[in-house]
């Protein structure tokens, strides 16, 4: 008789090494090859096999190592996402300056000197990213006054460029990838400051969790699908990766710190709705009681302005229960600050979530025939209603003395 899921520990400096490891591989949403390389190398150290979409989605499967049951569990999905915010040159000017379009939706408040990889089709170029004013000395108070906007900046080419021509020789052109350099920062008190920890912290929290539960030995109930996705960032993410026996899904991702907020960069961040509507009751529910009876603190809260793998499962069609698992973070989509205790929590909820089998038991059927077997998310006392009881009007009116008792409505 298994003793239910055991908090796993999680090795703080591994996985600090595997988030360096991926902030180290540009992989703009578009660009991916290189992160998926990165990704099945380390899935082929842990020891878990995995299978590759068209496109390079990885999908990773944890095999139950339960003794076999005359009816078997359905399975569960993990997911994360490889790709990032990033690029692509969609205009050279006359002047050998480049314009950009953002992938993925973020602010150009962000892109704005960010140091930048242009990558052509044989080579790669350094460079900056500028407001169109960019010189005080020039344009003096006017550049306090430029508008927020993709068409306000131009990228500069570390090269010697004087025209279109000139870019033309080097063999960029429209439609190149630009990457923005990451620069993290580790600092000893824990905190972890970069670009793009949304979401290879999320990734190296996954990675470090399978790591662990596959280590220790513990039982492993259903199996686990973890699928690590390459365009989240551009909105279609897992809406084409979830396989038929999966119940539920579990999106892991940066969960945004700031004011009206419930997210936390210590423990983890369960938010019960985003833009694509409230996650399942039941998972979240699950996921939470999980976080207390083991110690993992936890936040509840609301994204306005949200979406997720997990969302995008849902959206395609996956009849499947999803929860989304974050890591607080300020800053979200732009200079990211979290704090490792946050992605070591995360890591271990995870390692449990591994080890706990189906939310509910009657997931163990696709298809239910009688709702008698479906579950119940309030009960029937919950749902009793206690109405009030008005005062018959006729009797009000017709009551010639004010001081004769009413009629007892008992």
């Not at 995995?50 to 499967?61: C, D, F, I, S």
């Not at 930048?116 to 006017?142: C, D, I, K, Q």
Request: net charge negative; with cysteine.
């Amino acid at each position: 008789m298994s003793e239910g899921p055991r908090l796993l520990p999680i090795d703080a400096t591994r996985l600090i090494d595997t988030l360096l490891e991926l902030l180290a591989i540009p992989s703009p949403a578009g660009l991916t090859d290189g992160i998926v390389h990165y990704t099945g190398a380390r899935l082929d150290a842990i020891g878990i096999p995995y299978e590759l979409t068209r496109r390079g989605t990885l999908r990773a499967l944890l095999r139950r190592n339960l003794p076999e049951r005359r009816r078997q569990n359905p399975s569960c999905a993990i997911v994360a996402h490889l790709d990032t915010l990033g690029a692509m040159v969609r205009e050279v000017k006359a002047n050998g300056r480049l314009s950009i379009a953002p992938i993925g939706t973020w602010s150009s408040r962000w892109a704005e000197g960010g140091r930048v990889t242009v990558f052509t089709e044989n080579a790669r170029y350094r460079g900056s990213v500028l407001p169109l004013m960019a010189s005080g000395h020039v344009y003096n108070e006017a550049i306090d006054s430029q508008p927020v906007s993709w068409d306000q900046l131009e990228l500069r080419v570390d090269e010697r460029i004087a025209s279109a021509a000139d870019v033309a020789k080097l063999g960029i052109q429209v439609g190149d990838f630009v990457a923005f350099d990451a620069q993290p920062e580790v600092l000893d008190n824990g905190y972890i400051v970069s670009r793009y920890l949304d979401d290879k912290a999320g990734v190296a929290a996954l990675l470090c969790a399978l790591e662990a539960v596959v280590k220790s030995g513990v039982p492993v109930p259903m199996d686990c699908h973890a699928v690590f996705t390459l365009t989240e960032e551009v909105g279609s993410g897992a809406r084409a990766v979830i396989e038929e026996d999966v119940s539920e899904v579990i999106g892991v991702d940066i969960g945004p710190i700031a004011a009206g907020q419930g997210a936390g960069d210590e423990g983890v961040t369960i938010p019960l709705m985003d833009s694509a509507g409230p996650h399942d009751y039941h998972l979240t529910r699950r996921l939470l009681a999980l976080c207390a009876q083991h110690g993992i603190p936890s936040h509840r809260d609301v994204f306005r302005f949200y979406h997720s793998d997990a969302g995008a499962a849902v959206s395609a069609g996956a009849d499947v229960r999803t929860a989304l698992l974050c890591f607080g973070t300020d800053a979200t989509h732009g200079y990211e600050r979290t704090h490792l205790s946050s992605l070591v929590h995360l890591a271990q909820l995870l390692a449990l979530y591994i080890q706990s089998g189906p939310t509910l038991r009657e997931d163990r059927q696709r298809r239910l025939e009688s709702v008698q077997d479906f579950s119940h998310q309030l009960d029937a006392d919950q749902l009793a209603r206690t109405d009030t009881v008005l005062p018959d009007p006729g009797e009000l009116v017709t009551r010639t003395d004010p001081e004769t008792p009413p009629p007892d409505r008992a």
